[in-house]
T-cell receptor, first 114, second 113 residues
Framework: SAVISQKPSRDICQRGTSLTIQCQVD?????MFWYRQQPGQSLTLIAT?????????ESGFVIDKFPISRPNLTFSTLTVSNMSPEDSSIYLC???????????FGPGTRLTVL | GENVEQHPSTLSVQEGDSAVIKCTYS??????FPWYKQELGKRPQLIID?????GEKKDQRIAVTLNKTAKHFSLHITETQPEDSAVYFC????????????FGSGTQLTVLP
């Protein structure tokens, strides 16, 4: 499977600021996804990022709050804007595998908002 | 949209015993059902998956069964070991190009030595 990295691995941010999380893959992938995992909870899909088109957001997530870029087939960014303590979570990117529907996850970014 | 329910939320077993985790899904069109293992502080790892054209799949000590009629699927771990202790998530995905995964709420499995 592909090697997936995320930067930063963790950060502590002040309320009202923004943080951009990077996801890098060592091979070209068609689809990249961004998930949120709140403390002790399951994974919730934020959006699907396709190269060359706007991201597709799930119910409850909006582009103004979570802008996403997908400039090429190996890279994507997720920005968490105007942060509040409720945004404290682990943010994970995932990529599709060789088989249909397979997804593999990056190591995650642990965000704490004070 | 899809809704996936998972139970139990916690499960403790003695080393060597079997563990079973069950999930139900709501969208009869879903056709891909993966299971992920997440150790503390680590990323979810895909451990096994099953597609709707198959009723059972095994990989060493791990097996998954699917009942399309009842819309439920289960993870079976035999001969459990302490290193099996983790949170396990089931998920479901619809057909087509969207490929979103909807996750269950997770099961904390503890294997007692």
């Amino acid at each position: 499977s592909a090697v997936i990295s995320q930067k930063p691995s963790r950060d502590i941010c002040q309320r009202g600021t923004s943080l951009t999380i990077q996801c890098q893959v060592d091979s070209q992938v068609t689809m990249m996804f961004w998930y949120r995992q709140q403390p002790g909870q399951s994974l919730t899909l934020i959006a699907t990022a396709n190269q060359g088109s706007e991201a597709t957001y799930e119910s409850g997530f909006v582009i103004d709050k979570f802008p996403i870029s997908r400039p090429n087939l190996t890279f994507s960014t997720l920005t968490v804007s105007n942060m509040s303590p409720e945004d404290s979570s682990i943010y994970l990117c995932s990529v599709d595998g060789w088989k249909d529907n397979e997804q593999f996850f990056g190591p995650g970014t642990r965000l704490t908002v004070l | 949209g899809e809704n996936v329910e998972q139970h139990p939320s916690t499960l403790s077993v003695q080393e060597g015993d079997s563990a079973v985790i069950k999930c139900t899904y709501s969208d009869s069109a879903s056709n891909y059902f993966p299971w992920y293992k997440q150790e503390l502080g680590k990323r979810p790892q895909l451990i096994i998956d099953i597609r709707s054209n198959v009723g059972e799949k095994k990989d060493q000590r791990i097996a998954v069964t699917l009942n399309k009629t009842a819309k439920h699927f289960s993870l079976h771990i035999t001969e459990t070991q302490p290193e099996d202790s983790a949170v396990y998530f089931c998920a479901a995905s619809p057909p087509g190009s969207a490929r979103q995964l909807t996750f269950g709420s997770g099961t904390q499995l503890t294997v007692l030595p």
